[in-house]
């Protein structure tokens, strides 16, 4: 069964760093999401992407972060300066459309620690 | 913003017990949604929900959609171990325009053998 991958699973960075994180989604899909998860807290959404360009942020998704398909096959978060606060699981989804519903396929999620 | 109240926060139960949570929010949303999430998995969808008062099943799963849109529940029934992990409601606003998914905080759930 096609499913999203996230690498790495887990990430540790210094305060000021920059991290990428790299999402596979599923072959077929068009469309592409990140989400991020706070330790203990609920799933929020930061960012959908749609034929190369961002189709919708949150007020999440300042300027330190930026996502990119570098090629036919992945989708990366980069985070440009790291703060303490953006420690948290971020998660890759992916749908092949959009509409009345069309279900988005989550990654495992990549755990990121800034210290 | 838009936001949805899950409750409860966690339940302790014991295997072979029915499980009932919901979800309430203060706007409208066009599909309401749950999912599973289990330790270090990303969230997997259950049941999704499309029209107002829609009752879905899925398994031992039976997830309503209420009628002013602003509501849901799941229930599960026969509780068995494997059901342990975090159940997340998440709303749809498609005819918003939006795209994003808001999911509630979510209940965790334990199954006691």
């Known amino acids: 069964e096609p499913e999203v991958t996230q690498t790495p699973s887990h990430q540790v960075t210094q305060m000021g760093q920059e991290v990428i994180l790299r999402c596979v989604p599923i072959?077929?899909?068009?469309?592409f999401y990140w989400y991020r998860q706070i330790l203990g807290q609920k799933v929020e959404f930061l960012v959908s992407f749609y034929n190369n360009e961002i189709s919708e942020k949150s007020e999440i998704f300042d300027d330190q972060f930026s996502v990119e398909r570098p090629d036919g096959s992945n989708f990366t978060l980069k985070i440009r300066s790291t703060k303490l606060e953006d420690s948290a699981m971020y998660f890759c989804?992916?749908?092949?459309?959009?509409?009345?519903?069309?279900?988005?396929?989550f990654g495992p999620g990549t755990r990121l620690t800034v210290l | 913003g838009q936001q949805l109240n899950q409750s409860p926060q966690s339940m302790f139960i014991q295997e072979g017990e029915d499980v009932s949570m919901n979800c309430t929010s203060s706007s409208i949303f066009n599909t309401w949604l749950w999912y599973k999430q289990e330790p270090g998995e990303g969230p997997v969808l259950l049941i999704a929900?499309?029209?107002?008062?829609e009752l879905t099943s899925n398994g031992r799963l039976t997830a309503q959609f209420g009628i002013t849109r602003k509501d849901s529940f799941l229930n599960i029934s026969a509780s068995i171990p494997s059901d342990v992990g975090i159940y997340f409601c998440?709303?749809?606003?498609?005819?918003?325009?939006?795209?994003?998914?808001?999911f509630g905080k979510g209940t965790k759930l334990t199954v006691n053998p």
């Open positions: 072959s077929n899909h068009l469309y």
């Open positions: 929900l499309y029209k107002a008062g």
């Open positions: 998440a709303g749809h606003d498609f005819q918003g325009g939006s795209e994003k998914l808001v």
């Open positions: 989804a992916s749908s092949d459309g959009r509409g009345y519903y069309n279900e988005q396929f």
